[in-house]
């Protein structure tokens, strides 16, 4: 907690800079391409829910250039990847991982759909095999409804 | 002066609303008619008073009355009219009193156009729409009170956030409102329901117009803010899966769910409980979205209000309504039986598939929001959840509605056929997936994802002409073409809509998966290549706004040595505020976006100069705004207005219960 409140200080003291500087841009395409990966699965610790790559803060600069030095060294994108989070913690994450508790995460979507289209089909067979309500479907009180009306 | 009496009008009209809370109940309980129908002028009074508090405080920034905290804290004398009118709402205080001016006004207008509902029924939707205003206006006055005087008035007040002095997001706050506090009226009219023990075709056909109209708000909200997110950030992006934006998202999924499902309660009697779950939930969502935003729970670009006395406040809304209308539902649902008979294959059961969908996507927004905070306080882990999971979690949904919507619309109602249904729609299939292998052969790069969103989009708009151009029914193709014009406007609504979210599919996949983007530093008079055009950037100027400074560029586009356009992106400082904005200069076109904002002076002279090319960016707002058009001629169908009138003539109400 502390470490985020020093990054909400930095980001009140930092002058306003911009998302990836023409400095930053890497020679080599291949190896830019990759950098600007990484950087859209890493959160700016100081920024409410932008990604390094899209981030203004001087912080999101620096790790955006850290990204670039491990890949510059040689570094694949997993090593990149851990390296950071090693640092910075798995709050930088974008994407969550998928061990211990945040298996929950990853599977509810599936489960949630299996356990609802299963619901939904027993509802609708429910349905197929009910009997046909009286003919008219009309209470008595509706039928003397009905009367009034085309009396009128 | 005025101030005290707005404030005194918002205190009255809280008096109002509860009583117009118990009366009512009361009087349908016992089958009092007086204590029913005085909901109706009540109703009326209390919008009456709340407007009236409103205004008093647009007048007090108006005139930028700064004994008033809330103007000196989000207003400034130099700030154009129209973000003084926008000001009032783009901060905690006076959000809230809009929030509660269009609870009230939500509630007159059920008083006013409900003329043909059941006594007892409007009666009891009145006092639920009541207690909901009441217990937003005690949150209001006790916690928020936007009319706090200051003892030594300074001379001049410390400005709107410079992000919020925009036409575009000046008024997405008002629309998404509309379509929060909509919501509340199908809730209200679901837990009188619940209430009365009674569900049928009828009250499926008056809850509907009201979900319709929260829904197009939404629509319109979410747009309208998107869009904004597009020019104003500075890099394009239009949608950030940001707790506040899931905020909006989930109650638009259920809305859209609900809109559908009461479709099946009138014209099916089938459904009920579900759709009355659908439209306590579908506020459940949208009173959440209130709380993530006000609470500051879960921190992001929109929290205005990082107070934790308030986020329990509506927490206790939250928990209070949820709470008792999900046990009313509990204790009523039993007696809503189902009517209708359907076979599995049927417009029912589409229309089943279609609200598992939108619900079942809408729960997992839900999870990745507040799974950061599950597992910080369960697990001891803090962790991100962000755009990488949101997309690969909720886009199977989108891809499935879409591949089912064509069928499942054009499906006849209680029993159908499929290959009969398939005949016309093969064709069509065939094609839009042809299309879509085209461009897969002609693009660039492997990306799958223009080719599926081009040949879902395409289906889905297809599939909707063939649907409109079926209901003229058979015969020579003079006599369907003249039928077309007579056609419900319902159906016209439904064809407006499903091509709408078509358009929006392809749009959003080629938006996202052929942008491109070119960074670098330019030096005045000097020109590059982007995208076919040749850019050259002639000047950068400071220029002086009414309440900031700016750095313009000025970058001609040329192609083939023709001048196609001439750019101005902005930086600009707000001193007062003491905030940059980036004002990003768009070429608007309709196969693509030419995106440019300017960026910092370098050492060796120039400039940094981004440029993006945003391919097909502007069918997507025109696909909201379809799905919004949609919304409103389904809105505008003979039915709602027929029955409006045929029931004016009925002598007497039906007794309660």
Redesign the interface.
Known sequence: MFRLFLAALALALASPSWAVQPDEILDDPVLESRARDISAGLRCLVCRNESIDESNAELARDMRLLVRERLVEGDSNTEVMSFIVERYGEYVLLRPTTDGANIILWVAAPVLFLISILSAGLYLRRRENAPEPSKGGLSAEEEKRLKELLDD | MIIELGHFALILAFAVALAQTVIPLVGAHKGWRDWMVVANPMATVQFLLVAFSYAALTYSFLVSDFSVKLVVDNSHTLKPFIYKISGVWGNHEGSLLLWVLILALFGASAAWFGGNLPASLQARVLAVQSGITAAFMAFTIFTSNPFTRLAFPPFDGTDLNPLLQDPGLAFHPPFLYLGYVGLSMAFSFAVAALIEGRVDAAWGRWVRPWTLAAWVFLTIGIATGSWWAYYEL??G?FW????VENASLMPWLFAAALLHSAIVVEKRE?LKSWTILLAILGFGFSLMGTFIVRSGLL???H?FAMDPERGVFILMILAGFMGGALTLFAIRAPVLE???????VSR??AL??N??LL??SS??IF??TM?PLV?EM??D?????????FNM?FT??MVALAMVLPIGAMLPWKRGNLSRTMRPLWGLAAFSVAMGALTWALQTGNSPLVPVGLALGLWVVLGSMADVWARTGRGAIGNRVKRLGRLPRADWGKFTAHTGLGVSVFAVAALVGWESED???VQIGESFEKGGYTLTLTSVDRVQGPNYVSTMGTLEAHRDGRLITTLQPEKRFYPIAGM?TTEAAIDYKIHRDLYITL??P?DNGGW?V?TYIKPFANWLWFGCFLMAMGGIFSLSDRRYRIAAGAER?RPDAVPAE
């Open positions: 500075g890099w992006g950030f899966w940001d707790p089938t921190t992001s670009v929290a189902a009517k209708g008979v359907f076979a599995t029912e059961s089943v598939v609200n598992v619900a079942v729960f997992v999870i990745g799974w597992a369960l697990f882990r803090v962790l991100s959840v962000g755009p990488p999971f979690a199977p949904f960074i670098r530093v940059p960026g910092d370098q940094a981004r003539t």
